[in-house]
């Protein structure tokens, strides 16, 4: 028998219709490329992202292109996250820190119709503009007088805010199908290139429910909501979407990611909850101390994309009252997966033993099934030893990579999606990352492929091996470490190594240091058994 319920879609513009309609006066501040602090409400928000919607069909933007974002957390963004995505067409966020050629590569892949930015990133702009086919038109996200000025994109460039003058905020968000897409986002391929992840409606709003509740990233009304994960990763953890599904006060923090920054805003806005990577904390952490200060209103910190030190909860909560929620999840996972809190009988654990708790990257929120398994596939126990490969399900987890073709193979493995991470569970369900089995460095929360540079490493011309690993760091989480084997009678230093990747590479790309060694293990076909190199020389940075 049917169930006899409406069928109303799960589309994104709903989520903005229910923040003006119930949230319409509550605030969105947000820290601009221009310098100054801007405010307005989401009854101004939902505007704004009607007009911008009539810009794009004025722009001859239709349903299902994608449209290019390449900008930091502000109000202008968020306009675009609804006005792309309920009009019906992709928001596609683009990572500022990729080099050029991977931006060009990302743009051309999507098909990006228009791509939005913000006027810092205008360089970055005239330098992919002329290498790819489209798009054509580059919208600064600023306003006439603080235009920039750039005569390589004379034709092709627009402004925000005229644009928007010439629209009214008369615009219908159409009924879409939920299962289109919504929107996309690039991650690093462990080989080849990057991989672009596509949303739907559908997944983005399930994920919005599921991320909102309490013993997950736990947002409420009463929430001052400051997402210092950026927009272009991972749609800074669904906190966009969400804060308009709860109806929270919102604080972009723009460009300004440096503690001092981070603690003025936080301060003056009365924040409540923040959510970043470990290092950026690590920045806020140091200049809160050093300054004796406290904080006033800040009450949780969601802290993911990298394993969140011990000694770092212990100080947040500690020090300065401040819960640490340490979560995990991925691109492929929108990116929710696991979220760390405590379960009831936790509470009355010892301090010591909670850590023990915290330093795991938590339990499944409804909707996302995992399992670890052995090397034949086999199903391991949750025994809080076990571990083995982390495999996931659910409504938010991607089945297929952006653009690939027919014959591509799906990235499932009888229908679970491999995160790439080596994890073990104990029996409260608390799923612990131990190692990582996909080959690619993260650093400050963002990746670097391996292969990439050992690909730039072999054209040197006395290289005849190049591994690079990852290699634990104090600051930055993990930076590049780069193995070489030089050529019989070659004199190369690690000084020419590394000035070797000067603009082959992004700048942090660069490893930070190069050991050469005679020869490097390998296995039975020949491959570089890196798991070897890096039990060898995962603490090379830690101890230099
Ligand atoms: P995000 O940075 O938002 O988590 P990415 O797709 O860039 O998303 O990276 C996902 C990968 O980052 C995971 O597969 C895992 O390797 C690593 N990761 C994410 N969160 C954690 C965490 N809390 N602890 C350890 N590793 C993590």
Redesign the pocket.
């Known amino acids: 028998m049917q169930g006899l319920m409406m069928q109303q879609p799960l589309l994104v513009a709903s989520l903005l219709a229910h923040a003006e309609r119930h949230h319409g006066g509550q605030e969105i501040v947000s820290r601009r490329v221009e310098g100054d602090i801007h405010r307005y409400r989401y009854r101004d928000l939902a505007q704004r992202a009607r007009r911008m919607a009539n810009v794009l069909e004025g722009l001859g933007v239709k349903p299902g292109e994608r449209v290019g974002t390449l900008a930091w957390n502000g109000y202008r963004h968020m306009e675009l996250y609804f006005a792309v995505s309920g009009s019906g067409s992709v928001l596609h966020t683009l990572n500022p820190r990729l080099h050029v050629d991977q931006l060009a590569y990302i743009i051309e892949h999507a098909e990006d119709r228009v791509v939005f930015f913000d006027a810092t990133f205008l360089p970055l702009i005239e330098s992919v503009a002329p290498r790819v086919k489209s798009p054509k038109v580059f919208v600064a996200m600023t306003d006439r007088a603080h235009m920039p000025q750039a005569n390589d994109l004379t034709g092709m460039l627009m402004c925000y805010e005229d644009l928007l003058e010439l629209h009214d905020d008369v615009f219908e968000w159409p009924l879409l199908d939920e299962n289109s897409a919504s929107s996309l986002c690039y ?2 391929g462990t080989t080849g290139n990057p991989k672009g992840v596509l949303y739907s409606h559908r997944s983005t709003l399930l994920h919005t429910y599921a991320a909102a509740l309490p013993d997950s990233l736990n947002c409420s009304a009463r929430d001052v909501i400051l997402p210092v ?1 950026p927009m272009f ?2 749609n800074a ?1 669904g906190l966009p979407y969400i804060a308009c599904m709860v109806g929270a006060k919102l604080v972009f923090p723009g460009p300004a990611l440096d503690g001092k920054s981070l603690y003025e805003l936080i301060e003056a806005e009365q924040v409540t909850l923040s959510a970043g ?1 470990p290092t950026v904390w690590q920045g806020l952490l140091t200049h809160v101390g050093e300054r004796q200060e406290t904080f006033a209103s800040m009450r949780r910190t969601i ?6 030190p011990t000694a770092m909860t212990a100080q947040f909560q500690e020090r300065y009252q401040v819960d640490v929620l ?8 929108s ?1 929710v997966g696991t979220v760390c809190s405590f379960k009831p009988h936790q509470l009355s654990l010892s301090t010591e033993e909670r850590y023990t708790v915290q330093a795991k ?2 339990r499944s929120v409804f909707g996302i099934d995992m399992k670890i398994v052995g090397p034949d596939g086999e199903a391991l126990p949750w025994d809080g030893h076990a571990a083995g490969d982390l495999l996931v399900r659910g409504q938010w987890v991607t089945r297929q990579y952006f653009g690939a073709g027919d014959g591509d193979a799906s990235p499932l493995r009888d229908g679970w999606f491999p ?3 080596v994890a073990k569970i104990d029996p409260d369900g608390f799923m612990q ?1 131990t190692d ?1 089995s ?1 080959d ?1 460095i ?1 650093s400050g ?3 670097i492929s391996s292969t990439d540079i050992e690909n730039v490493a072999c054209l040197h011309p006395e290289v005849a091996t190049a591994v690079c690993i990852a290699a634990r760091h104090p600051k930055w989480d993990e930076r590049p470490l780069l193995l070489i084997v030089k050529k019989p009678g070659s004199a190369l230093g690690g000084g020419e190594m590394l000035a070797f990747f000067d603009g082959r590479v992004a700048k942090w790309w660069t490893p930070d240091a190069v050991v050469f060694v005679e020869s490097v293990p390998l296995g039975a076909t020949g491959k570089v058994l890196k798991n070897q190199l890096r039990d060898q020389y995962r603490d090379y940075y830690l101890s230099a």
């Open positions: 991650t690093s994960v990763h991972v953890w990577v802290i993911g994309g990298a394993p969140c340490h979560a995990w999840g991925m691109t492929e996972l990116p990257q938590g995160t790439g991470d990352i990582r996909k690619v993260k929360g963002e990746w």
